[in-house]
C-alpha cells in the first residue's frame, strides 16, 4: 500500500516561505503524476502545482511565480516551495500520487498566513 507523508506546514507571516515535503513509501518514478492541492475553509480543494514523470508542471494561476514543485527521486520525496506567502494562501495542504488510474492522498499539512 502507498503512503505520502506530508510535512513542513506551519505558521507564517505575509510575504515569508515555507518548504513542504511529501515522502512516499515507494519508488515516486512509478507515479505517473504527483501534485500538491490545498483546501481552504469551506472551499473545495483545488490544484495547486503538479510534476509529471517526465518531469513537466503545471501551475495554478494564483500561485505561479512564487510556488515551485520539485522532486528527489533518490529520497522519494516531491517539494512545494512556497514564497512571497499571501493570507489567502492559508489551507490545508495535501500531496497526491496517481498511479495508472489510482490516487494516493496523504493526510495533509496545515499552512497558515498570517500577522
Known amino acids: 500500500q502507498v503512503q505520502l507523508v506530508e510535512s513542513g506546514g506551519g505558521l507564517v507571516q505575509p510575504g515569508g516561505s515555507l518548504r513542504l515535503s511529501c515522502v512516499a513509501s515507494?519508488?515516486?518514478?512509478?507515479?505517473?503524476?504527483m501534485g500538491w492541492y490545498r483546501q481552504a475553509p469551506g472551499k473545495q480543494r483545488e490544484l495547486v502545482a503538479r510534476?509529471?514523470?517526465?518531469?513537466?508542471?503545471n501551475y495554478a494561476d494564483s500561485v505561479k511565480g512564487r510556488f515551485t514543485i520539485s522532486r528527489d527521486n533518490v529520497k522519494n520525496t516531491v517539494y512545494l516551495q512556497m514564497n512571497s506567502l499571501k493570507p489567502e494562501d492559508t489551507a490545508d495542504y495535501y500531496c497526491k500520487g496517481t498511479v495508472w488510474a489510482t490516487d494516493y492522498w496523504g493526510q495533509g499539512t496545515q499552512v497558515t498566513v498570517s500577522s
Open positions: 510534476i509529471f514523470r517526465g518531469g513537466s508542471t
Open positions: 515507494g519508488s515516486i518514478s512509478n507515479f505517473n503524476v
